[in-house]
T-cell receptor, first 113, second 111 residues
């Protein structure tokens, strides 16, 4: 079983739509959670961290459910510029292996006009 | 700051050749790592380092060596290239080992 599993997508939505991505992780001892964004043929870049209480950054809302080992990302009022692949990332601190990140395979989003 | 830089951007190797992918960062980050990204597989950790002189293996270390003689540089060596190593390679650095800053990547093809 892969450490981090994501909705495979692709998601194709019109401008202005609300879209949600889900992610599950296997290790209950996971410490930190993130969403990264990756544009076509570019490097991943941090979109936002995910906090236990949930957090919002403009049109983006991230939620964490530790009991279900589940992370979500909600994008409201989608823009053409939101088209990208969204990577769910989990930091599984295993004692001495501090800071090892595990990446999901990514969910591709295309926003059309 | 240049951030994380990688060279070369593209490389074609023949099976059995060796080469070194270069990675440098100017943010004084202690933590650096190498990932490979393959279609449908996501990013997988090859090797990482928590500081100069300290390296450790990630998920897919076979066929690769690393060293960390300075804080700034973290080269990745392919000892004897194989077609299975055709991939996009990303170097990343981090202040705390958690939030990663990625370089632009090296696209490697092994024929």
């Amino acid at each position: 079983r892969k450490e981090v599993e994501q909705d495979p997508g692709p998601f194709n939505v019109p401008e202005g739509a609300t879209v949600a991505f889900n992610c599950t992780y296997s290790n209950s001892a996971s410490q930190s959670f993130f969403w990264y964004r990756q544009d076509c043929r570019k490097e991943p870049k941090l979109l936002m961290s995910v906090y236990s209480s949930g957090n919002e950054d403009g049109r983006f809302t991230a939620q964490l459910n530790r009991a279900s080992q589940y992370i979500s990302l909600l994008i409201r009022d989608s823009k053409l510029s939101d088209s990208a692949t969204y990577l769910c990332v989990v930091n599984m601190d295993r004692g001495s292996t501090l800071g090892r990140l595990y990446f999901g395979r990514g969910t591709q989003l295309t926003v059309w006009p | 700051n240049a951030g994380v830089t990688q060279t070369p951007k593209f490389q074609v190797l023949k099976t059995g050749q060796s080469m070194t992918l270069q990675c440098a960062q100017d943010m004084n980050h202690e933590y650096m790592s190498w990932y490979r990204q393959d279609p449908g597989m996501g990013l997988r950790l090859i090797h990482y380092s928590v500081g100069a002189g300290i390296t450790d293996q990630g998920e897919v270390p076979n066929g690769y060596n690393v060293s960390r003689s300075t804080t700034e540089d973290f080269p990745l060596r392919l000892l004897s290239a194989a077609p299975s190593q055709t991939s996009v390679y990303f170097c990343a650095s981090s202040l705390d080992g958690v939030e990663q800053y990625f370089g632009p990547g090296t696209r490697l093809t092994v024929t």
